[in-house]
T-cell receptor, first 114, second 112 residues
């Protein structure tokens, strides 16, 4: 089955701790994205990557970091600098298709602070 | 900059009634527009997309949307609501080849 796998489904962070959210895709897509979702605010872009070994900050990158060492993987680290990390995190991928930009989403990771 | 505004954060309809979700866009170039649906604790699923072909776009699960340039709108409709349509719906506009800008979402509840 082709798709996007996010893990874990639920994650708890202690004060001062860094945590890493996993995102893997087997759709052979070039581009991958991380979004944060808070109630009533829609989706906000954290980081995106158009190609391996390259990524760009989105609208709310502060307190987050990413890497893109492999085409199929785009892990997100929530650092201790992110003071309000409780949210639902969604990973997505897309092919570069002349701007049509259909994004396919994983099932999400819900992060809470202990 | 490209953006979308969804009018109404919550919509409640009776089963069998018309579903109408409103989305207005702002774009300096011909836009690509999308509607996504999200069921509780899940990711987003594409319902339909507009990419400058036909102005009336048909999607999955009986939904359709009409692109109206004069009104800068891309409203989503379904003639007859089903209980399974209860979800959150997001309108989005393509900012460039890679970025999407999402609206705040509209939650639909369906009354039996």
């Amino acid at each position: 089955d082709g798709g996007i796998t996010q893990s874990p489904k639920y994650l708890f962070r202690k004060e001062g701790q860094n945590v890493t959210l996993s995102c893997e895709q087997n759709l052979n897509h070039d581009a991958m994205y991380w979004y944060r979702q808070d109630p009533g605010q829609g989706l906000r872009l954290i980081y995106y990557s158009q190609i391996v070994n390259d990524f760009q900050k989105g609208d709310i990158a502060e307190g987050y970091s990413v890497s893109r060492e492999k085409k199929e993987s785009f892990p997100l680290t929530v650092t201790s600098a992110q003071k309000n990390p409780t949210a639902f995190y969604l990973c997505a991928s897309s092919d570069h298709d002349g701007g049509k930009n259909i994004q396919y989403f994983g099932a999400g990771t819900r992060l809470s602070v202990l | 900059a490209q953006s979308v505004t969804q009018l109404g954060s919550h919509v409640s309809v009776s089963e069998g009634a018309l579903v109408l979700l409103r989305c207005n866009y702002s774009s300096s170039v011909p836009p690509y527009l999308f509607w996504y649906v999200q069921y509780p604790n899940q990711g987003l699923q594409l319902l339909l997309k507009y990419t400058s072909a036909a102005t009336l776009v048909k999607g999955i699960n009986g939904f359709e949307a009409e692109f109206k340039k004069s009104e800068t709108s891309f409203h989503l409709t379904k003639p007859s609501a089903h209980m399974s349509d209860a979800a959150e719906y997001f309108c989005a506009v393509s900012v460039n080849d890679y970025k999407l800008s999402f609206g705040a979402g509209t939650t639909v509840t369906v009354r039996a």
